[in-house]
C-alpha cells in the first residue's frame, strides 16, 4: 500500500482567490487522481494527473479552474482557482499502480467565504 | 451510462452483530470492485476488492460477494465493533483508464 499526504489540511479563503493543495506518496506509483467530496456525498473524480504531461479532466471540471501539475511520480498539486463559496468542500488525493487498487490522503478540506 | 449505487443510506446493528452493506452497479462489463471506509475527517481508506472473475473474497473479520448476474455486490462485516462506526462506499473501475466511480455511501452506526 501507500501512504499519501496532503497539505494542507483545510483552510479558509477569500472568494477569487486561489489555493494549491500538495499531495505526496511514500512511493512511486503509476496512477495519482483528485477527487471532490461535498459534504456528506460521494466523491466526484476531478482529473487523472498525468506524469510530465497534461492532466485529464472530467467532464465539468477545466484546466483554469483546476490546473494540475505532477513532476514526478511521487507529487502532485491542485490549485483551485478564482475561488467561490461553491468551491468549498473536500479535495482529495488518490494514487495507486495499474493494478487498481488506489489510497487516499486525508483531505483537504476547503471553506470559501 | 455507469453508475454505482447503495440500497439503503444508513445502517444502524447492534454490537456484535454482522453488518451487510449492499451495492448495486449498472455496467455489465465492470471488472473490478472496491470497498472504501471513510471515518469522520479522514479520507477513504482502503477495505477489500473483488474482481469480476471471483464470486467472493475474505479479509479480516469483512467478506465480499459479488453476484455478476444481479450486479450485486455486498461488504459483510463480522461481530461489528464501535470502530467500524463509519461511511462505507463501494466503488468501480471505469471501462477506460484507472479512475474509479464511487457509489453514493452507507453510513454504518454500531450502538453498543
Known amino acids: 500500500s501507500a501512504v499519501i499526504s496532503q497539505k494542507p489540511s483545510r483552510d479558509i479563503c477569500q472568494r477569487g482567490t486561489s489555493l494549491t493543495i500538495q499531495c505526496q506518496v511514500d512511493s512511486q506509483v503509476t496512477m495519482m487522481f483528485w477527487y471532490r467530496q461535498q459534504p456528506g456525498q460521494s466523491l466526484t473524480l476531478i482529473a487523472t494527473a498525468n506524469q510530465g504531461s497534461e492532466a485529464t479532466y472530467e467532464s465539468g471540471f477545466v484546466i483554469d479552474k483546476f490546473p494540475i501539475s505532477r513532476p514526478n511520480l511521487t507529487f502532485s498539486t491542485l490549485t483551485v482557482s478564482n475561488m467561490s463559496p461553491e468551491d468549498s468542500s473536500i479535495y482529495l488525493c488518490?494514487?495507486?499502480?495499474?493494478?487498481?487498487?488506489?489510497?487516499f490522503g486525508p483531505g483537504t478540506r476547503l471553506t470559501v467565504t | 451510462g455507469e453508475s454505482v449505487g447503495l440500497h439503503l443510506p444508513t445502517l444502524s446493528v447492534q454490537e456484535g452483530d454482522n453488518s451487510i452493506i449492499n451495492c448495486a452497479y449498472s455496467n455489465s462489463a465492470s471488472d473490478y470492485f472496491i470497498w472504501y471506509k471513510q471515518e469522520s475527517g479522514k479520507g477513504p481508506q482502503f477495505i477489500i476488492d473483488i474482481r469480476s472473475n471471483m464470486d467472493k473474497r475474505q479479509g479480516q473479520r469483512v467478506t465480499v460477494l459479488l453476484n455478476k448476474t444481479v450486479k450485486h455486490l455486498s461488504l459483510q462485516i463480522a461481530a461489528t465493533q464501535p470502530g467500524d462506526s463509519a461511511v462505507y462506499f463501494c466503488?468501480?473501475?471505469?471501462?477506460?483508464?484507472?479512475?474509479?466511480?464511487f457509489g453514493k455511501g452507507t453510513s454504518l452506526l454500531v450502538t453498543p
Open positions: 466503488a468501480e473501475k471505469r471501462n477506460s483508464g484507472y479512475a474509479l466511480n
Open positions: 488518490s494514487g495507486g499502480q495499474e493494478t487498481y487498487e488506489q489510497y
